[in-house]
């Protein structure tokens, strides 16, 4: 009995210290590509603290949390000049907002560390969920090395056959493109990806305990996983609420109805909120018009899920009582590639965490094809092939971190990685001299930086919040073309009407100014505040001579 007991304790202890040591390992290496570029600013710049595809999205969440740091509770959509009351409550970003408030701290460092807190209580309740999952530890470790690192073929692809080959038969693998569909670079790229993520494993681990328990209490837990969901990233709800449905009445019949109707029924207050905004609201509705997804081909995302997808079919199909044993994660994958091609805006996202089942299953299905030649063979020779095997699976996380998070050596405009300090210091400028509400015109691409930093609100610089490009075509053209048969006054009547309060010229500006009609606009500025290579300007006052002539 002391041996036994013994054994059971050694054995708990291993798996506890791999698990710590996966869990620092994970942290780090998300991280680690922040520290790596941070390392690596150049002088005169400062780095951005976005290491993302798109960058306006992360630009737009610094927005969310800047209005936190200014003491709002609820946010505006600040690259719109359409009238609007602050109208949303997201209580991640107010949270980090009010961190970097009490701390000092910029929200760049913010995020990371809240991005990094939010991968450790990942992988807790992940760990939480193998253990429901009856894992065992060679199982574990293969399913917690797919799910955290590995992606599909996109980068091996791309490497041998070409991206422009590809492109002709309409191939384009998720993982090189779909933040969603990557679980790693989901973690790398967003701080609120994390704690989305670990609320979807919460809401699945209480459903598996809530119908093998028969417990009402554990469905309200996972109800209230999905409501928090709700506020902090929609739009896996209806999936997870449906994957309860389907899992309870399958495990426990009639009852499971009951279990269904309380997770429903303390996920509900929850849902209004969001209902009431697509529905109702003026801004949420021009969001999702703008932001219309199309579904992916579906050779282009099986070859995004890549191995992982594979193995996992095989053991479905091979290994017997697989398919048995983890029925809930193959209805959690399933409906989210049906879900991914239903008819609605937002369709792309039901993708999000979709290698969390795929990456389980698949563990455990390699889990078993190398258990034999593990217990058997040289150890040694099997980790090493194991390990070279996770990294030709990891090529294609490494692909987009190259992409993304080194430098591209010629900084030729001050956007995404790097910043210059001579626009930081400007940026800076406004924030600390002016109101939130203030408008600055700054070229597209600055405009995205004026919100997340000084908090100002512009007239673009966001693919769906702003009133996009189209809106202003006719209005640039005419104000700031060469060719415009706009008079001068009628130019000048037009631009202020839209209430700018400060004009921010930088490089990008400048190079404008060169190539259109800018004249006009400037000499009716006047500097308030010059940094380096940027200004910022206000309308110069109408003298008292002028107002009389014009009276």
């Given at each position: 009995?002391?041996?036994?007991?013994?054994?059971?304790?050694?054995?708990?202890?291993?798996?506890?210290?791999?698990?710590?040591?996966?869990?620092?390992?994970?942290?780090?290496?998300?991280?680690?590509?922040?520290?790596?570029?941070?390392?690596?600013?150049?002088?005169?710049?400062?780095?951005?603290?976005?290491?993302?595809?798109?960058?306006?999205?992360?630009?737009?969440?610094?927005?969310?949390?800047?209005?936190?740091?200014?003491?709002?509770?609820?946010?505006?959509?600040?690259?719109?000049?359409?009238?609007?009351?602050?109208?949303?409550?997201?209580?991640?970003?107010?949270?980090?907002?009010?961190?970097?408030?009490?701390?000092?701290?910029?929200?760049?460092?913010?995020?990371?560390?809240?991005?990094?807190?939010?991968?450790?209580?990942?992988?807790?309740?992940?760990?939480?969920?193998?253990?429901?999952?009856?894992?065992?530890?060679?199982?574990?470790?293969?399913?917690?090395?797919?799910?955290?690192?590995?992606?599909?073929?996109?980068?091996?692809?791309?490497?041998?056959?070409?991206?422009?080959?590809?492109?002709?038969?309409?191939?384009?693998?998720?993982?090189?493109?779909?933040?969603?569909?990557?679980?790693?670079?989901?973690?790398?790229?967003?701080?609120?990806?994390?704690?989305?993520?670990?609320?979807?494993?919460?809401?699945?681990?209480?459903?598996?305990?809530?119908?093998?328990?028969?417990?009402?209490?554990?469905?309200?837990?996972?109800?209230?996983?999905?409501?928090?969901?709700?506020?902090?990233?929609?739009?896996l709800a209806p999936l997870l609420l449906l994957l309860f449905g389907v899992h309870s009445l399958t495990c426990s019949g009639r009852r499971g109805v009951r279990l269904w109707?309380?997770?429903?029924?303390?996920?509900?207050p929850f849902l209004v909120y969001p209902l009431t905004l697509s529905l109702g609201h003026e801004q949420v509705i021009r969001h999702a018009a703008r932001g219309v997804m199309?579904?992916?081909?579906?050779?282009?995302?099986?070859?995004?899920?890549?191995?992982?997808?594979?193995?996992?079919?095989?053991?479905?199909?091979?290994?017997?009582?697989?398919?048995?044993?983890?029925?809930?994660?193959?209805?959690?994958?399933?409906?989210?590639?049906?879900?991914?091609?239903?008819?609605?805006?937002?369709?792309?996202?039901?993708?999000?965490?979709?290698?969390?089942?795929?990456?389980?299953?698949?563990?455990?299905?390699?889990?078993?094809?190398?258990?034999?030649?593990?217990?058997?063979?040289?150890?040694?020779?099997?980790?090493?092939?194991?390990?070279?095997?996770?990294?030709?699976?990891?090529?294609?996380?490494?692909?987009?971190?190259?992409?993304?998070?080194?430098?591209?050596?010629?900084?030729k405009h001050d956007f995404d990685l790097y910043l210059s300090r001579d626009l930081m210091s400007a940026l800076e400028y406004l924030q600390e001299s002016s109101e939130p509400?203030?408008?600055?015109?700054?070229?597209?691409?600055?405009?995205?930086?004026?919100?997340?930093?000084?908090?100002?609100?512009?007239?673009?610089?966001?693919?769906?919040?702003?009133?996009?490009?189209?809106?202003?075509?006719?209005?640039?053209?005419?104000?700031?073309?060469?060719?415009?048969?706009?008079?001068?006054?009628?130019?000048?009547?037009?631009?202020?009407?839209?209430?700018?309060?400060?004009?921010?010229?930088?490089?990008?500006?400048?190079?404008?100014?060169?190539?259109?009609?800018?004249?006009?606009?400037?000499?009716?500025?006047?500097?308030?505040?010059?940094?380096?290579?940027?200004?910022?300007?206000?309308?110069?006052?109408?003298?008292?001579?002028?107002?009389?002539?014009?009276?």
């Amino acid at each position: 009995m002391t041996s036994g007991a013994t054994g059971m304790t050694r054995s708990t202890g291993t798996r506890s210290l791999w698990r710590a040591l996966w869990i620092l390992f994970m942290v780090a290496v998300t991280s680690a590509p922040y520290l790596y570029a941070l390392l690596r600013t150049p002088e005169g710049y400062q780095f951005s603290w976005v290491i993302h595809p798109y960058p306006e999205d992360a630009y737009s969440y610094m927005a969310w949390a800047r209005q936190a740091v200014q003491g709002s509770w609820l946010f505006s959509v600040k690259y719109t000049l359409a009238d609007h009351a602050p109208f949303l409550f997201h209580p991640f970003f107010l949270i980090a907002g009010i961190v970097s408030k009490l701390t000092g701290f910029g929200l760049g460092p913010v995020f990371l560390v809240l991005k990094a807190v939010g991968v450790a209580v990942f992988f807790l309740l992940l760990f939480r969920l193998f253990d429901a999952l009856k894992l065992t530890h060679l199982e574990e470790v293969c399913a917690s090395a797919f799910i955290g690192l590995s992606a599909g073929v996109g980068a091996i692809l791309y490497a041998t056959v070409g991206e422009g080959l590809l492109s002709e038969v309409f191939i384009k693998p998720v993982d090189v493109w779909l933040v969603d569909s990557n679980t790693f670079w989901s973690f790398v790229i967003s701080p609120l990806h994390p704690w989305s993520l670990s609320l979807v494993v919460a809401s699945v681990l209480l459903m598996i305990r809530s119908t093998e328990r028969r417990c009402v209490k554990t469905a309200v837990g996972s109800g209230l996983c999905i409501g928090v969901l709700v506020l902090v990233h929609p739009y896996l709800a209806p999936l997870l609420l449906l994957l309860f449905g389907v899992h309870s009445l399958t495990c426990s019949g009639r009852r499971g109805v009951r279990l269904w109707f309380a997770a429903v029924a303390s996920c509900a207050p929850f849902l209004v909120y969001p209902l009431t905004l697509s529905l109702g609201h003026e801004q949420v509705i021009r969001h999702a018009a703008r932001g219309v997804m199309s579904s992916p081909d579906p050779l282009s995302l099986v070859a995004g899920m890549g191995l992982p997808l594979v193995l996992a079919i095989w053991g479905v199909a091979m290994i017997r009582g697989l398919g048995l044993r983890f029925r809930l994660l193959l209805m959690w994958a399933g409906l989210a590639l049906i879900f991914a091609y239903v008819p609605v805006w937002f369709r792309m996202k039901f993708l999000l965490g979709i290698g969390i089942p795929i990456g389980i299953v698949g563990g455990v299905a390699f889990a078993h094809v190398v258990k034999p030649f593990y217990e058997k063979a040289n150890r040694m020779v099997v980790t090493v092939a194991s390990l070279g095997l996770l990294a030709l699976l990891f090529s294609s996380n490494a692909y987009l971190l190259k992409s993304y998070a080194s430098p591209s050596g010629e900084l030729k405009h001050d956007f995404d990685l790097y910043l210059s300090r001579d626009l930081m210091s400007a940026l800076e400028y406004l924030q600390e001299s002016s109101e939130p509400d203030d408008v600055v015109f700054a070229t597209v691409r600055t405009s995205t930086l004026v919100p997340a930093i000084s908090g100002n609100r512009v007239i673009w610089g966001h693919w769906a919040q702003s009133g996009g490009l189209n809106q202003f075509g006719q209005w640039q053209t005419d104000l700031f073309s060469n060719d415009s048969t706009v008079s001068r006054e009628e130019r000048s009547r037009r631009f202020w009407e839209k209430g700018f309060k400060y004009v921010l010229i930088d490089r990008r500006m400048r190079d404008s100014i060169a190539k259109g009609d800018f004249a006009w606009l400037i000499e009716e500025l006047e500097d308030v505040f010059v940094g380096g290579d940027v200004r910022v300007a206000k309308k110069r006052p109408i003298s008292r001579a002028a107002q009389s002539a014009d009276q």
